[in-house]
């Protein structure tokens, strides 16, 4: 929640400059997503972030910055980088982030939807990153449920996510599974949430509203 981490770090830290949030964003590429589903993904997040509001919010307080990262998901060994972590200190950085996403090339198009793995694979990542930003969040976005090795619940029992927030995004195709998903299972930590898009066209509207919780 951008607004929320500016807010509740303004109010606990002094005047030198940190960290507020290091947001991991997780887009899926199992085979369920077609080529052009891909397309509206990928730029849909770019074009989230390239949104004044988005922006704004980024950037809101001159005392501290986020920092942002992003990989693709789909099966068991089928995770990849599309944004080494980021941090975002002004427009350019933003731009840059944006423009890294949305010239990244699908990383794998045939396997299942393996989200124990992908959530696993993203607390690695936060691990690697290191300590020093005030929130942790993975923002995972999908259509839909686990099908593959084992479900998110083991993952948040043996994968390092202490002090870290999973957001989802559903990307909604009318199986009324995927939501209940997400909220049984995905979504952890105090505050946490699902942002549904009604389908791909509405990815980068839903992008644009979660990350302006975020």
Not at 82 to 89: E, F, K, P, S, Y
Not at 196 to 205: I, L
């Amino acid at each position: 929640v951008l607004a929320t981490a500016l807010a509740l770090a303004a109010a606990a830290r002094p005047a030198e400059a940190f960290c507020r949030l290091a947001l991991l964003l997780a887009l899926d590429v199992s085979s369920s997503v077609d080529a052009e589903e891909y397309a509206l993904q990928r730029d849909g997040l770019a074009a989230a972030l390239m949104a004044p509001e988005v922006q704004a919010a980024l950037l809101a307080d001159p005392e501290s910055w986020v920092e942002i990262a992003a990989y693709e998901w789909s099966g068991r060994r089928q995770q990849h980088p599309v944004l080494d972590w980021t941090a975002i200190r002004a427009a350019p950085d933003i731009a840059a982030a944006a423009g890294a996403i949305a010239g990244a090339e699908r990383s794998f198009v045939n396997f299942p939807t393996a989200m124990g793995y992908a959530l696993g694979f993203g607390a690695v990542a936060l691990d690697r990153r290191g300590q020093g930003c005030d929130r942790q969040v993975i923002d995972v976005s999908g259509d839909g449920i686990n099908n593959e090795g084992f479900r998110p619940p083991l993952a948040y029992k043996h994968f390092p996510f202490d002090g870290v927030t999973v957001n989802g995004l559903v990307i909604d195709s009318g199986d009324a599974r995927v939501i209940t998903f997400y909220h049984r299972e995905v979504i952890r930590g105090p505050g946490a949430f699902v942002e549904v898009a009604d389908g791909y066209g509405d990815f980068a509207r839903a992008m644009r509203r979660k990350l302006l919780r975020e």
